[in-house]
């Protein structure tokens, strides 16, 4: 921690996230991961990041910094660093760079995937990190397919017949590890230990990475601004965000909570889920618990 | 030593790839680009270019993927049509504001629906408002030469504005001609070297590229964007002397062809220039004073050069190869019709060709015929007729 905090910040102070947000706590740590090799080139997807750390005539990007647009910072990066090989190879470019690209659930699970399934199909060498916050955050809280089953969102709301989303989330680890790249891993900023080590793998893989990170968000979860790394560690504890990796095909979970949390420890704390707590809800809550459950069951037969 | 070569227009433009030897093509293939694509995956596969060929999953992918390789600092090319074209809509406007110099041959071919893989302007017509140069190509001599310049007039520090080059699916891209094919060491020596003003890649400058601007400032950059695509006015002609002085073929935003004199004067663009050329010939032998403009540069459109061409005409017909659905004519003739404004010339647009529709020299004498008529009664009613249309 302590050797952490004394590498540069390449996130500067004064950016417009919210309070309590987490995204910039994984940004901080995954520019630092990348910077341990040199040069960072960092793409971000149209979002909350992207609008908030780069209104003109600021910014908040200490390396470089490219945003093109949403669905779309998976080829862009691929992009970038083709435009690198070629420069290298021209003897054009000195030093060495890394590339990362950063998306929110909604341009990475949903608009971006076929961009990014792409990207990593290419075999660039970059990483991708998701910053997961369940749903369009930046636009208002509107429903993703990352969105947790029942939650409510403003285009998925509770009302007199419907309460909340009737969908369970798309597995996107699952879903890049069927890829077959070189490294796949789920993290949470509750866990930062853990977040770096895996950040650190990422970028010292040939080719590409992928990482898929919970941050929790005060605004569209409905918590205290003060409690979002308490929130992530929760999920984590209840098993709904298992920390695991996937190296070579090989599935490794890395966190292993002592005793299981109940789902409803992490959902009573938030603003989204309310409702489940109503006697009348109380199927719903079960429900999302038992696939909390059933999911958790195959991802420690498939880990080694 | 120029080589004079037989040629598809696909093949002349891959062969403009290779001498230019971009740092970074990504592209994905369509009809009637492909064979353009495939000739170039040839001279990677054979090293003839050292380019790093990106295959990627999509149009939108391509144009996302050179807009990061541009704004690295390398000189980046994609190539697409139609509905290739369509995918990458948002991009190109992306690419166009971010002052990026990307080259991107298009094949001209219609839209969907119905779909259809053969000629029309509705694909590089419905990008004209997207901050691109657009060059129209009459052959694939022109499509190739074209090609070369267009690396030239979009890295021009006064320009910095991306450059479509379109050839006609099938007719240029799959018609066999005699192309003169240069040295590559003169290409690379007309190309030179690109010095980016900017890059991702400077160590010592990290530069914020796609920014966000409020009511603050976006409208002080898109205004400054003008001056990129206006400069172009001076460049593309500058370019074109250049390029004819070294390789004897001259450029300019438009060609004439037979206008000393003329009554009735066509405007039109990419083959059926070269078509209407001989209809002009074949007429004006028989004392017919009709003459030919034809549009290189689409954007930025040549008003001043076509007001003086046509200004002394009597009667103008436009030749549309799409249309613009709900306005008075199609996308050509309504530009005509601006280049014109305060001037009493009846203009009446004729649209053909759509979705690849056959266009006869017969056709186009009819045309030139209907003009003459136009000069004498000065009556530009219907002021847009469809030609082979059956109604």
Known sequence: MKELSRMPELLSPGHRMCPGCGAPILV??????????????????????????????????RCSFIHNAFENVAATISGVETAYKALKARGKVEGNFKFVAFGGDGGTYDIGLQALSGALERGHDMVYICYDNEAYMNTGIQRSSSTPFAAHTTTCPVGKVRKGKTEFPKDLTGIVAAHRIPYVAQASISHWNDLYRKLQKAFSVEGPAFLNVLTPCTRGWRFPSDETVEMARLAVETCFWPLYEVEDGRWKVTFKPRQKKPLEEWVKRQGRFRHLLQPENRHLLEQAQAEVDKRWEELLARSE | MAERMALTGNEAVAYAMMQINPDVVAAYPITPQTALMQKFADFVADGEVDTQFVLVESEHSAMSAVVGAAAAGARAMTATAANGLALM??????????????????????????????????????????????????????????????????????????????????????????????????????????EPAYTLLDPEHPITFGPIDFSDYYMEHKRSQVDGIEAARRVIPEVGREFGKRFGRSYGMIEEHGTDGAEALLVALGSTAGSAK???????????????????????????????????????????RSISFGAQAGPLALEVRSALYGLSLPVRDYIYGLGGRNITLEEIEDILQEALEMAKTKEAEPLVKYVSVRE
């Open chain 1, 28 to 61: 901080r740590l995954a520019l630092r991961a990348a910077s341990e090799h040199g040069g960072v080139v960092a793409g971000v997807a149209t979002g909350c990041l992207e609008v908030s750390t780069s209104i003109f005539p600021y910014t908040a990007w």
């Open chain 2, 89 to 194: 809509w948002e991009i190109l406007y992306i690419a166009a504001s971010t002052r990026l110099p990307i080259v991107m041959p298009v094949v001209n071919r219609a839209l969907s629906a119905p779909i259809n893989i053969l000629c029309d302007h509705s694909d590089t017509m419905g990008a004209r408002d997207s901050g691109w140069i657009q060059l129209f190509s009459e052959n694939a001599q022109e499509a190739y030469d074209n090609t070369i310049q267009a690396v030239r007039i979009a890295e021009h520090r006064d320009v910095l504005t991306p450059v479509m080059v379109t050839l006609d699916g099938f007719i240029i891209s799959h018609g066999l001609e005699v192309v003169e094919v240069l040295d590559k060491e003169a290409v690379q020596d007309f190309v030179g070297e690109y």
């Open chain 2, 278 to 320: 001989a209809v002009v010939d074949d007429m004006r032998e028989r004392g017919l004073p009709v003459g030919l403009v034809k549009i290189r540069a689409f954007r930025p459109f040549p008003y001043e050069e076509l007001r003086e061409a046509l200004g002394k005409a009597k009667a103008v017909a436009v030749m549309d």
